[in-house]
């Protein structure tokens, strides 16, 4: 009889950290909004969003190093992780306040006013948030913080049409590209 796969006994494959993460559990906080910008709340702006896109470990690419010395090849070495500016999308509902249509619009024209074509300075639009994924019991796991995001090119359908009673704006998005920081571990087992 081989040993080889005892450990696969089920009755003993439990323990402390059994609970499965879920994609519907997470927060999301903006640390620091730009002072130019219109700003609903923190908590205003919680209520209001729906998903967030972009958040990956694919976004730090890493790729050992290797070389050849006199034809033959040398065994890889640890490359490095640059640190690259990342875009995170915010998924956002309106509603007939119209506070998501004026913050998006608002941050957009105060990087640049299409009319005069004139922006106010990077420090008063720029915008610190963290992101934080939670367990089953809401508890924080593992957190991610941008530094220095500014909003991209948003999207917020505004259609005049009579083809029945939709929803406006049900999924406005608000890109926001800034550097995302490693994540930080929050339950690690010692």
Request: proline share 6%; hydrophobic share 35%.
């Amino acid at each position: 009889m081989s040993d080889v796969l005892d450990y696969l006994n089920y009755n003993q494959m439990m323990d402390d950290t059994s609970e499965f993460l879920t994609d519907d559990k997470w927060d999301v906080t903006f640390d620091k909004m730009p002072a130019a910008v219109y700003w609903p709340g923190d908590t205003f702006v919680k209520f209001r969003l729906k998903s967030v896109d972009g958040i990956s470990t694919s976004i730090w690419s890493h790729s050992p190093l290797s070389t050849k010395i006199r034809g033959f090849e040398t065994p890889v070495q640890a490359g490095r992780i640059e640190m690259v500016n990342t875009t995170i999308t915010l998924h956002l509902a309106d509603y007939e306040d119209q506070s998501i249509y004026v913050f998006l619009t608002d941050w957009m024209f105060k990087c640049c006013d299409p009319v005069t074509q004139k922006g106010y300075k990077s420090k008063d639009l720029r915008a610190n948030m963290t992101f934080t994924r939670l367990n089953a019991l809401n508890q924080p796991v593992r957190r991610y913080v941008m530094k220095a995001g500014i909003i991209e090119t948003p999207n917020y359908e505004d259609p005049f049409n009579g083809d029945g009673r939709n929803l406006l704006s049900e999924d406005s998005t608000i890109p926001i590209k800034g550097m995302l920081f490693p994540p930080e571990f929050l339950t690690l087992g010692v």
